[in-house]
């Protein structure tokens, strides 16, 4: 009988898939390329001939992210009918994509307090791309004289950085709700809830009296 013929986007969509996994659980340097291959169920050569090395394939997980997101923003953005809008749509998509794939704000956040040892050029071009939509529309809302001036990255900081920490606190946020009740952890909150808070509060500061 003939040997099955491995289909190549499937098996290297499989190891982005266990990649992020374990990247976002155990980190860069702990997590090892026999780590992945298991996981993935494939010899650890395949791992090298598609992506080079652990490197090359971490660079592909959080680029591939970022892209993601950044493409999700964009498209948000098509529908809005002033600056306001496209600030809640920012917010909004962020959080959405963040809560439905709580692995990469863990990605994050493991890259940045370790003072992005590991992230790659195209990674940093990726988060400046993302900071300079956010950027765009809080100065365009300040030409329109509907927001005063603003830190753009002071307020792209409370956005992610919340966002960030609501979905990698969950399990956290859970447990403590458990033992007081009375500590209100917001473990409940959806990330509609979340995204309208922040941009609420952001708003109510920023907007011209």
Do not use: W
């Not at 962020?94 to 992005?116: I, N, T, V």
């Amino acid at each position: 009988m003939p040997k099955q013929k491995r289909d190549a986007k499937a098996t290297q969509a499989k190891i982005l898939q266990e990649a992020r996994t374990l990247f976002s659980l155990k980190g860069f340097d702990a997590t090892t390329t026999d780590d992945i291959a298991k996981s993935s169920g494939v010899n650890k050569a395949l791992i090298y001939y598609y992506f080079k090395n652990k490197a090359g394939l971490y660079a592909q997980v959080m680029s591939g992210l970022f892209d993601a997101i950044y493409d999700e923003v964009v498209t948000s953005r098509e529908s809005c009918t002033s600056t306001t809008d496209e600030l809640h749509a920012f917010i909004k998509t962020y959080a959405d994509y963040a809560y439905e794939h709580p692995y990469f704000p863990a990605l994050l956040l493991r890259e940045l307090s370790d003072s992005g040892a590991h992230l790659p050029e195209m990674m940093f071009a990726s988060m400046r791309n993302l900071f300079i939509l956010l950027s765009d529309i809080l100065t365009k809302a300040e030409e329109q004289k509907v927001f005063t001036h603003a830190i753009p990255m002071v307020v792209h900081f409370m956005i992610i950085g919340s966002l960030n920490l609501m979905v990698t606190t969950e399990p956290l946020r859970k447990k403590a709700m458990q033992l007081d009740a009375s500590v209100d952890t917001c473990s409940g909150c959806s990330a509609d809830e979340v995204s309208t808070y922040i941009f609420e509060t952001i708003k109510k500061s920023l907007e011209v009296k």
